[in-house]
């Protein structure tokens, strides 16, 4: 089963490093994972809609209206990552993202996002695959001091994306 320490830990071990079994251990690798893993995880997700990471709600208006332009203001999901669509699938709805309100012209707001999916252990396979790549191509220099490691892990993990959006869809 995966989660952000066996992901951070598999990359770690691929590297040639010890393990971690935790981000709070005193160690410099295990706070190196601890910085660097969330914005790891929140650009891979925000790369693809991936089915894993897609949720739907229904938002309510707040009381009050934007300024001008819209009707109305909703608040957005603390979890949102990605804003992938509003309204029923074939729906034309204007709307505008400000801040964290979603600024709109209809009374509810059906929103389709991808959320910051923080247990890993939902993930897909090839997800999870990407990620450890990712985290060794980020922890690649600070772990070995090679530049070229890192460079050819860079590509490897562009080279999986790829291949892990394919066979999402």
Request: glycine share 4%; hydrophobic share 45%.
């Given at each position: 089963?995966?989660?952000?320490?066996?992901?951070?830990?598999?990359?770690?071990?691929?590297?040639?490093?010890?393990?971690?079994?935790?981000?709070?251990?005193?160690?410099?690798?295990?706070?190196?994972?601890?910085?660097?893993?969330?914005?790891?995880?929140?650009?891979?997700?925000?790369?693809?809609?991936?089915?894993?990471?897609?949720?739907?709600?229904?938002?309510?208006?707040?009381?009050?209206?934007?300024?001008?332009?819209?009707?109305?203001?909703?608040?957005?999901p603390a979890d949102l990552i990605?804003?992938?669509?509003?309204?029923?699938?074939?729906?034309?709805?204007?709307?505008?993202?400000?801040?964290?309100?979603?600024?709109?012209?209809?009374?509810?707001?059906?929103?389709?996002?991808?959320?910051?999916?923080?247990?890993?252990?939902?993930?897909?396979?090839?997800?999870?695959?990407v990620a450890e790549v990712m985290?060794?191509?980020?922890?690649?220099?600070?772990?070995?001091?090679?530049?070229?490691?890192?460079?050819?892990?860079?590509?490897?993990?562009?080279?999986?994306?790829?291949?892990?959006?394919?066979?999402?869809?």
């Amino acid at each position: 089963m995966s989660s952000s320490v066996s992901i951070c830990s598999n990359a770690l071990l691929a590297l040639g490093a010890h393990p971690i079994n935790s981000f709070d251990e005193a160690t410099p690798h295990a706070r190196l994972c601890a910085n660097i893993y969330p914005s790891v995880r929140n650009n891979l997700l925000c790369a693809h809609p991936w089915h894993c990471a897609i949720k739907r709600v229904v938002l309510s208006p707040v009381s009050t209206a934007p300024a001008f332009g819209f009707g109305y203001q909703f608040p957005l999901p603390a979890d949102l990552i990605r804003v992938l669509s509003v309204g029923e699938r074939y729906d034309d709805i204007p709307y505008r993202i400000e801040g964290k309100r979603l600024l709109a012209n209809v009374q509810e707001a059906r929103l389709r996002y991808i959320f910051r999916s923080e247990d890993e252990s939902t993930w897909d396979v090839a997800l999870v695959n990407v990620a450890e790549v990712m985290m060794q191509a980020k922890l690649a220099y600070a772990v070995t001091g090679s530049a070229s490691l890192r460079d050819s892990l860079t590509q490897k993990a562009a080279f999986l994306l790829q291949q892990a959006k394919s066979i999402n869809g």
